[in-house]
């Protein structure tokens, strides 16, 4: 497989499907004619892309939560669950399908027809297959998105769309990143790309299907920049092949001025960037991600961290929110606690509709910063990819110019360790080989210090890992004990 | 001690402090990283003599992926080597003390559930390393 510069030719692409559709059997029933008249078929209010520009437009703040379990019936019952407290429906894939290990799934279909209750961590949609999907679809009344995590999802995605589904999370970077270990990124970027030119050809027949790279990366004391530098790049490859509905995420971090700052950054940095690269009919909008990282157990105290996400959501004017639930710390939730996070959302969501906070220096100041740093990695990569977008991608994870904290893949450097300053803002506390001005590093040398003074302690590993534990322990900053 | 989080599970974060947090209080860890399966455990103990691995999973697939560990070891020849087991290890909010039986019988030494803090489970390994040595006759020092 190699990486494309520019749109895939539609001959090669389509050879290049016949070899996906026939990793699994369920694939042998895609055909792609069907698969758009299908989608033509569907109403307007089951259409993902449509909801999320009149969001857009209206400046209203979407709620979505997380959802998935093993077996149709079950997750139907699960969605129509959630249906009524939010906007648009996921369907969470399995942590087997994920990894293209559909006999694995198999067994866990198996298994938890057995034991009567799931013994898998989302909706095995590949296994399923065309029919039950639609049938899934077309129990519910809102757009569906498939959230996964899947580095090579060209199976996934050829039944998705055949099946009525109108988004799609993920990219060939934010979705080996974070989620693959020995996945090379020159696979994952060519797999997606593959993806982007499906929903290209969708796109080309007159339906818009959403697409959203995934913001949060590891979740992990991610600073903006690392993450917006990915967003943008995968936007771009997806604008490439002809992609025009684009959400791009964010995962909230946690200090409120910094967290909007991103927000407003993002959006503007994506115009600049796409328009410079001469698109400009596209349809683009943001997705907060409520706190991603550990949750405190007490369910009283999640719910505050879920609401100051719906808070950030709220106030930077995200187009959508995706929910946690009080249950986060103990792992998968139940139907009732995913629906309690939602209402907990909805409730703040609601409240702050009419509010703006006011543009203050110290948050132009946030945004600034912002800009500068995402600009200085996004054109250190695109000049290493030499006019060929995902070339760039995989040479600047070579050379250390992106870095993601805590991220588990063997194509990632590691080096850059963030911290946060006294604020809980999040600050690079070694940049690793990241190509950040001098005068940038001497600003967040300066606010970590600030903090290390106050706490009498050196900046260092363990400030790290108090900051990772330190909102499920009860606060932002990881103080010491 | 071999180190790693099992399954198709890509936890990586808790991974890295954990390795962190065993070198420092003086255990030779080697850390397989996330992803790892059982096989690529007991070769990993097999091979450095290691005398516990320490097993996580974070994603929920737990129970289908920590079955037969224990009876894998036995086959391989690890029947004395300490297993532990660590992380949200079932789909859904269930009473620790119900996790915890369910693993144990699956042949894990100890089970931790998310509230426990790491310098309970470094004490437990510490004391159960040292207890195995005195069964097996060694008169070795921590």
């Known amino acids: 497989m190699k990486l494309y510069q520019g749109k895939i030719p539609e001959s090669e692409f389509m050879q290049m499907r016949e070899g996906a559709l026939q990793t699994w059997p369920t694939g042998q029933d895609v055909d792609l004619e069907d698969a758009v008249q299908y989608q033509r078929g569907l109403p307007d209010s089951m259409n993902f892309a449509k909801k999320m520009h009149e969001a857009d437009q209206a400046k209203q703040v979407l709620l979505q939560p997380r959802a998935g379990v093993a077996l149709v019936e079950e997750h139907i019952q699960l969605l129509k669950f959630l249906e009524p407290e939010c906007d648009l429906l996921p369907t969470t894939i399995d942590a087997y399908t994920r990894l293209n290990q559909y006999n694995e799934a198999q067994r866990g279909i198996e298994k938890s027809k057995a034991a009567g209750q799931s013994l898998l961590n989302g909706f095995p949609a590949v296994n399923h297959g065309i029919a039950e999907c639609r049938r899934l679809v077309e129990s519910l009344s809102k757009p569906v998105e498939i959230r996964h995590g899947t580095p090579d999802a060209r199976l996934l995605a050829e039944i998705s769309f055949a099946a009525g589904f109108t988004s799609y999370e993920g990219g060939g970077i934010s979705y080996n990143i974070p989620y693959a270990k020995k996945v090379t990124l020159e696979h994952s970027i060519s797999c997606w790309q593959y993806i982007d030119r499906l929903v290209g050809y969708f796109e080309e027949q007159g339906v818009r299907i959403n697409r959203e790279p995934f913001g949060p990366l590891s979740g992990t004391l991610v600073p903006p920049f690392a993450s917006h530098t990915v967003a943008i790049l995968e936007g771009l490859m997806a604008l490439e092949q002809g992609v025009r509905s684009i959400t791009l995420g964010y995962g909230q971090a946690g200090n409120m001025i910094q967290d909007i700052a991103a927000m407003m950054a993002l959006r503007e940095l994506a115009d600049e960037y796409f328009q410079k690269a001469g698109y400009n009919d596209y349809e683009l909008s943001t997705v907060l991600h409520q706190w991603m990282g550990g949750f405190p157990e007490d369910q009283a105290k999640a719910f505050s961290v879920i609401t100051w996400g719906g808070t950030a959501a709220a106030l930077a004017k995200a187009t959508k929110v995706i929910v946690k639930t009080p249950h986060e710390a103990f792992g998968i939730p139940t139907k009732e606690a995913n629906l309690e996070g939602l209402k907990c959302t909805r409730q703040i969501v609601n409240m702050l509709a009419d509010q703006e906070v006011p543009e203050t220096k110290q948050m132009l100041w946030e945004v600034e910063l912002i800009k500068r740093e995402t600009r200085a990695l996004m054109d250190a990569t695109l000049q290493l990819g030499n006019g060929n977008i995902a070339e760039g991608a995989v040479r600047a994870f070579q050379a250390g110019v992106i870095d993601i904290p805590f991220a588990p893949s063997l194509a990632n450097p590691g080096k850059m360790m963030p911290v946060r300053d006294n604020h809980g803002a999040i600050r690079i506390l070694d940049f690793g080989k990241v190509p950040i001005p001098e005068d940038i590093r001497k600003i967040h040398k300066e606010l970590i210090q600030k903090r290390a003074d106050i706490e009498k302690r050196e900046a260092s590993f363990q400030m790290v890992i108090d900051d990772i534990y330190s909102i499920s322990k009860g606060r932002l900053v990881g103080r010491p004990r | ?142």
């Open chain 2, 1 to 142: 001690m071999v180190l790693g989080v099992i399954g198709a599970d890509c936890h990586a974060v808790g991974n890295k402090i954990l390795e962190r947090v065993f070198s420092e209080a003086g255990f030779n860890v080697v850390n397989l990283g996330v992803m790892v399966s059982q096989d690529e455990y007991i070769d990993a103990a097999i091979e450095t003599g290691a005398e516990a691995i320490i097993v996580s999973s974070l994603y929920g697939h737990g129970e289908i992926d920590c079955q037969g560990f224990r009876e894998r070891c036995v086959e391989r020849g690890l029947e004395n080597v300490i297993l532990y087991v660590g992380g949200n290890l079932v789909v859904g909010k269930t009473p620790n003390e119900e996790i915890v039986t369910k693993f144990k019988s699956m042949g894990y030494d100890r089970v931790f559930t998310p509230d426990t803090p790491l310098e309970d489970c470094i004490n437990f390994l510490k004391q159960d390393i040292l207890g195995r040595r005195a069964e097996d006759g060694q008169n070795s020092q921590y």
